[in-house]
């Protein structure tokens, strides 16, 4: 194999990995998103316990660098968010349950830099492991960006009720794609330390791995067919 075609594969595959990664950092217990949106609570790996209300808490004006008229979708600054929508998903459970849907999440609360959402965890929600997923659609110096945050907690319930029939969507395969800011702005230049993450839950998530491994085998591997094609 040429060496060019070698490495334009290798740039090929790390493209494609690179759309389907989710990309969210903690520091100092919030957590940043790929886009605009700063998840204040709950906690990566919170518990949330049937029949009773989880707060969802979201920073949206990006620790006091963004002007709140921002966060009002159809607002005409060069960076703002245009839609925010949480979702509870499940790949261990086949469920897919609406959290906040529309534009209420971010029309709430004029004038605080910090919305809040309660939501009832129904007792048909059966015990598992979940995502508190956030699908963000905004746009950073003009430039249109969709992210999706899915953030890992545990739904507790011992004595689950008949199966949920409101507020459920169909469940999509996971990772979805998506096209996130390659970084928060809210992050860029910074020296805080940062940390990453771990890998959300989902269906394909074992296969999502071993395709991150086969892309390492394959970069680690790339001097040897360098050497081979010559």
Not at 192 to 218: E, M, V
Request: some cysteine; hydrophobic content about 35%; glycine content about 6%.
């Amino acid at each position: 194999m040429h060496p060019t075609l070698v490495f334009s594969a290798a740039a090929a595959l790390l493209t494609s990995l690179s759309r389907c990664a989710y990309a969210q950092t903690l520091v100092n217990g919030q957590i940043f998103t790929s886009g605009l949106a700063i998840v204040d609570a709950p906690a990566p790996n919170s518990p949330m316990h049937a029949g009773s209300v989880t707060q969802v808490a979201i920073d949206i004006s990006g620790d006091g660098k963004l002007d709140q008229s921002a966060s009002i979708p159809g607002s005409d600054k060069s960076t703002r968010f245009d839609s925010l929508e949480i979702y509870l998903v499940s790949y261990q459970t086949k469920l897919n349950l609406t959290v906040s849907a529309g534009p209420d999440l971010l029309t709430q609360e004029q004038g605080s830099t910090v919305k809040h959402w309660n939501y009832n965890v129904s007792t048909c929600i059966p015990a598992g492991s979940y995502n508190l997923t956030f699908y963000e659609g905004s746009h950073i110096n003009d430039e249109p960006f969709f992210s999706i945050t899915p953030i890992p907690v545990t739904v507790m319930n011992d004595h689950p009720t008949d199966a949920c029939t409101n507020g459920t969507n169909t469940l999509q395969a996971f990772p979805q794609p998506s096209s996130p800011s390659p970084q928060t702005p809210w992050l860029d230049g910074t020296s805080i330390a940062t940390q990453p993450l771990p890998t959300a839950t989902g269906s394909n998530s074992a296969s999502a791995l071993s395709l991150r491994s086969s892309a390492g085998l394959f970069l680690a591997l790339l001097p040897v067919l360098a050497v081979v094609s010559i």
